[in-house]
Nanobody, 122 residues
């Protein structure tokens, strides 16, 4: 199973920036064109929501709430996906989780990291 380790969370004031990192134990993007890594968060009382996703081929997706403020990117040789967050708002406060899913040599996988806390104060 693919292991994921997140880091980079912290506390900032509104308008500030943070960059989250997600390191995978395997080179999942090299396995095929459909594997993806996404960042999720779960606001209180709501379902876990997808914030941003990047696919093996390089295409990206962003939730409307973060479009233009967050950027997802990757460093293939280090099996790392980044989420650069700028112009942070108090409503961005949450635990952010990294997810990797797709198809690997051992079959389908759907892995989650332990989460990293982001706190934005007004």
């Amino acid at each position: 199973q693919v292991q994921l380790v997140e880091s980079g969370g912290g506390s900032v004031q509104a308008g500030g920036s943070l960059t989250l990192s997600c390191v995978a134990s395997e080179s999942i993007f090299s396995w095929n064109s459909i594997n993806s890594v996404g960042w999720f968060r779960q606001p209180p009382g709501k379902r876990r929501e997808l914030v941003a996703r990047i696919v093996s081929g390089g295409s990206t997706y962003y939730a409307d709430s973060v479009m233009g403020r967050f950027t997802i990117s990757r460093y293939l040789t280090k099996n790392t996906v980044f989420l650069e967050m700028t112009d942070l708002k108090p409503e961005d406060t949450d635990v952010y989780y990294c997810n990797a899913n797709g198809l690997g040599p051992g079959g389908p996988f759907d892995s989650w990291g332990q989460g990293t806390q982001v706190t934005v104060s007004s």
